[in-house]
């Protein structure tokens, strides 16, 4: 492991468990302007993140959800302090701390710790990618009628222009589930599900899983098949992906 990797678990391990701090104690939400919510415990964490990085890495670029930064470097840290805020507020456990970094525009390495689970899924470029330790790969099916798919709100599939592709899906799939946020992503990074569909990310919302998701054998795109990280993301074990692909045109 990468020293570079190895500080980036433990950023958002320290970070993460600051959150539970706050978890489940009707702490106080405020709605940001684009209405989504944020707490103390997301802007808390955000800093220390930060404040790490600043040590150990001194002078490099950093974009945070809640405190903004580098929208342009290529080279740079990318923090979501909290990635799931509206289940964190609800007392829900599947809210992830996320951090990635990216070299030339790319993630090359990405942390997400569910700090209420205490669960960790990581990867690295090159050196596949690691569930709580061990090796984990996306799952083998190559059936939609078998498959998991989960997606973000049925809220944000109507207002994405999305419902009718979503639609199909949701007829051919075994079963869909709106596990949302980071940990769709992460339970097809660990071959629990196939698919997670989200018709509106943000980029520090993708770029830890994105490099998560392929070094454990999947794909992660937009909804046409782009590999590069945009407002949409469709995360597969890559076997279902042009299928999943297909629904959308
Ligand atoms: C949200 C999640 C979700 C995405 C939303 C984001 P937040 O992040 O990443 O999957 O669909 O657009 O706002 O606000 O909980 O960090
Ligand atoms: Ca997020
Ligand atoms: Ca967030």
Not at 214 to 220: I, N, T
Not at 231 to 247: C, P, V
Request: proline share 4%; net charge negative.
């Amino acid at each position: 492991m990468s020293p570079r990797l190895a500080f980036a678990l433990d950023a958002a391990y320290v970070a993460g468990r600051s959150t539970l701090a706050h978890f489940n104690t009707g702490v106080h939400v405020e709605d940001k302007a684009d209405a989504s919510p944020v707490t103390i415990a997301d802007r808390e964490a955000e800093r220390l993140i930060r404040c790490a990085i600043q040590r150990s890495f001194p002078g490099e670029s950093i974009l945070g959800e809640e405190e903004g930064g580098d929208l342009l470097s290529t080279d740079r840290w990318v923090v979501d302090p909290i990635d799931g805020t509206k289940s964190f507020v609800c007392g829900v456990p599947l809210y992830a701390t996320l951090l990635s970094y990216e070299q030339d525009g790319e993630p090359i390495l990405g942390v997400c710790y569910f700090p209420a689970l205490d669960e960790v899924v990581y990867a690295e470029r090159g050196t596949g990618a690691f569930w709580n330790g061990r090796p984990c790969r996306v799952s083998s099916k190559n059936d939609l009628s078998v498959s998991y798919v989960s997606s973000g709100s049925a809220g944000s599939m109507m207002g994405f222009g999305r419902w009718e592709g979503f639609s199909s899906i949701v007829k051919t799939a075994k079963a869909t589930r709106t596990w949302s946020d980071a940990y769709g992503h992460a339970l097809v990074a660990t071959g629990r599900i196939e698919a997670m569909i989200d018709p509106i990310v943000k980029p520090w919302d993708t770029s830890a899983l994105a490099v998560i998701v392929r070094e454990a054998g999947g794909r992660l795109t937009d909804f046409v098949g782009n590999d590069k990280l945009s407002a949409e993301a469709i995360s597969s074990n890559g076997k279902l992906h042009d299928e999943i692909l297909r629904a959308f045109l």
